[in-house]
Every structure is written in C-alpha cells, then in structure tokens.
C-alpha cells in the first residue's frame, strides 16, 4: 500500500474509532475488537461412530479448566474489549436436566471468569453437527420439530443468560444458518429470527442480540436483510468475512475439494507469482488425501483456473475495499449506526508445507488490511479465532501468547521488540521456493 494510502486510511480509521467511543459512552456495549475462543464450548466430547456416535457425559469435561490456556488480562491490555464463545448446542439438546444445568453453569462460570479481566462476551449458538447436519437441518418450519427444540434451547440460553451481572454478555442464536441468501420458496432465515427474538424478549428484554443472514452470514446474506429488527438498538448484526476465499481458505480439506490442494496463494497478489504458486500447488496435489469421489484431476484443473483468475484480477486490498462498501451502502439503507455492526469472525488460515509454516507475511498483510478496513466504517471485528489451528493466531497453540507480529498486524498494543523477538522469529515471509 503506497504511503499516501497509508496516512489517508489511518485519519478514516481514526474518526471511525472516535465516533465508537462517543457511541461507547451513550451506552451501546462495545464489540469493537475480539477473537473467538473455541476451547470451552465449540466441540463437545463424544462416544461410538457412525450412527452410534452420541455426546459424552460430561459433554464439556475441560470447559473451566480451558480458562488456564489465555492471560486475559494482557490481551485486553493490549487492545481486546471482547471474546466470543460459541456453544454447541447438541448437548443441551439431547441432554437430561442434569446435564442441561451442568453446560449453564459452567457456561456462566467461563462467562464471569472472562468479565473479571475487563471483557465483553458474545455467545454464539451451533446446531448440533454430530452426524454432519448443516445448520439449516434445524429450520425445518415455524412448527417443525427440530426447530421447537432448538428454539427452546436458545430461549434456556437467553435466561441463564439474562442473569448475569458480572458485566457485558450478548447472544447469538443461531451460527451460519443457511447456505441460500434467501429461501424463494418454503420459511427464510429471517422468519426464525424473528421469532426467536421475539420469544428472547419476553424473557430478557435487555439481552443484546446478534442479528445475521443467510448465506453462511455472509456479506451477500447481510445486504439483503430488511427488518423492523435492526431499528431496535439492543440488537447488532453480525457479518463473516473470508474473502478473497482462495486465499483464506487454501488447504481447506472440508470446502470445494480443489481447496485441498491449494498452497502458496499470497496476499495481495502482487506479492508473489502466478509460477510460483502454479509449482507449490502442483506439487500438494500429488501427495494431497483428497475426499472419497473426489476427481484429483479436475479439482487441480479448477485449482489451477481459480489461481490463475486470482492473480489476473490482481487481488488484494482494492477488492476488500468493494466488499465493505457493499455493507457500508446497505448500512446507509437500513439506518443502522457504526457501532451495532461486527465482522463476528474473520480469519486466513496458516499455510504449511511439511508442518512448517510458510508466507506469514500474507497472512499479516490480510489481517492488518481487512481489519483496517473494518474499523474505517467504524465497525467492530471478531478475529477467528484466537489460538486453534489452522486459523489460530498463536505461531504454536502451545504458546502462551499470540503471534506478536499478527497482534501488531490488528493494530493492538504490541511493542516493536516483542514483534522481532516472538518464538520462531525466523519464518520465512514469501512462498517456500
């Protein structure tokens, strides 16, 4: 980015982070700067395989003792005003009241120990994903089975939720809850919403609430949403961000299977070479396990097309820049103020040949543009997530403090020293050669 970009972007940011503190101090709860924790509640202990696989019993044995794993206080020194802890919400479905009790309360106990250190909490809800369900699985109509259980789970939540005075906690009903920006024909997305919002109103008319989309809650889903909902202050609304996705997500083994065999895409594109990235990719698929079906050929031939589009479009902070304009213009539409608006999760995931870590520079580069490009529009950002692989911010999950050079990438209190002198300093910056 030419310096002149630089400074113009840092006077946006700066005005944008003054209008939050004014918003700050009429009393909207600040979701300014977080990271998702995953190690309380995302994935629940289980029994058997296949169709016999069941939750364990406890379902969460490690929820408190996960605490020890994060200084809480020197990551809100250095800049976090919040963590979002997902919950699945398998569990609490499936359990006895026993075991019901036994996730609330550990849930609150999380909850109160992360307040102790000065941070909000949003929690945000999972369908169970035991056997693989989409989340959608659970939005089987207004009066569908699945989804009476569900919403009555959420509304259990929302009073547990209701009784804490520790400090600031807000709820998210449901994650990523369809593929589809809307549903043409059968109950959208919004429908559910609504009600469940309406039924967590009638039991914490205080709670605030993360609105979202369709469309994996991404920003198509977002700029279609048009509700009566997003007037009411108590609720913010929540976007994901993982664009341009051949780079966030190459290696993914669980998306579109040429992902798999993607490596060595940098951001922006300018920073590498098309050859470059040809040849590490080439060379992952000859090795890479790909899923059962998966036609190795022509998902290295799609690899290779995405690739080469990537870096005929010339990727990188421009085309970040479109899509936040894309919610900044529906924002305009809806009314909706700065400070109500939070990228929930946004996150690369680290490139690895042989278990080494490779490109980290691009990955920085990603983190400092994206986010900067957030709080230009004076909206928060969630980072996804804090330390587990392979979207982790920590060089090892081992570490006891997160990747100085990607805290200093975020703009968080980082000192200079601390960025030179973190563990494994040495990573290489580019592609591996």
């Not at 941070?119 to 169970?128: A, G, Y």
């Not at 022509?298 to 870096?311: G, L, P």
């Not at 804090?386 to 975020?410: N, T």
Request: charged fraction near 25%; proline fraction near 6%.
């Amino acid at each position: 980015m030419r310096p002149w970009i630089c400074l113009a972007a840092a006077a946006v940011i700066a005005a944008g982070v003054a209008a939050a503190g004014t918003a700050a101090a009429a009393g909207t709860p600040a979701f300014k700067r977080g990271a998702t924790l995953v190690e309380f509640f995302q994935f629940p202990a289980t029994t058997g395989d296949g169709d016999a696989k069941s939750y364990a019993d406890p379902a969460y044995p490690q929820a408190r003792a996960a605490l020890t794993l994060f200084d809480f206080d020197e990551l809100h020194r250095i800049g976090f005003d919040h963590m979002r802890v997902p919950l699945d919400m398998g569990p609490l479905m499936q359990g006895d009241e026993r075991q019901r009790r036994k996730i609330l309360d550990d849930l609150l106990a999380v909850i109160a120990a992360i307040h102790r250190h000065g941070l909000n909490v949003l929690v945000t809800l999972f369908p169970p994903s035991l056997h693989h369900e989409l989340p959608e699985t659970y939005l089987d109509g207004l009066d569908g089975p699945k989804f009476r259980i569900y919403a009555a789970m959420v509304e259990r939540v929302a009073a547990a939720l209701a009784s804490v005075n520790t400090g600031v906690v807000a709820l998210e009903p449901m994650n990523e809850p369809q593929s589809k920006c809307r549903v043409r024909f059968g109950t959208d997305w919004t429908a559910y919403q609504e009600v469940m919002v309406e039924r967590i109103r009638g039991i914490a008319p205080n709670l605030p609430l993360f609105l979202t989309g369709g469309c994996w809650s991404n920003i198509e889903g977002i700029v279609v949403l048009d509700t009566d909902l997003l007037r009411d202050r108590r609720n913010f609304v929540s976007v994901h961000f993982y664009y341009p996705f051949l780079f966030t997500h190459q290696g993914a083994t669980w998306t579109m299977p040429y992902l798999a065999g993607t490596i060595g895409v940098p951001f922006p594109a300018s920073a590498g070479s098309l050859d470059d990235t040809l040849s590490l990719t080439r060379a992952r698929f000859r090795t890479v396990t790909l899923a059962p079906g998966v036609d190795r050929q022509a998902a290295e031939a799609k690899a290779e097309s995405e690739i080469r589009r990537y870096f005929q479009e010339a990727q990188g902070p421009a085309q970040i820049g479109q899509w936040m304009n894309q919610v900044a213009d529906w924002q305009a539409r809806q009314r909706v103020d700065s400070d109500r608006i939070v990228f929930t999760e946004f996150g690369a995931m680290k490139q690895t040949i042989e278990g080494v870590e490779i490109d980290r520079a691009s990955r920085a580069r990603w983190l400092r543009d994206t986010s900067a490009a957030i709080e230009s529009h004076g909206w928060g950002w969630t980072a996804f997530v804090l330390r587990d692989d392979p979207f982790g911010l920590y060089v090892r999950e081992s570490d006891r403090d997160p990747d100085p050079r990607l805290m200093r990438a975020l703009r968080l209190d980082v000192p200079e020293t601390a960025a030179k002198s973190g563990p494994r300093a040495g990573l290489p910056d580019g592609p591996a050669r």
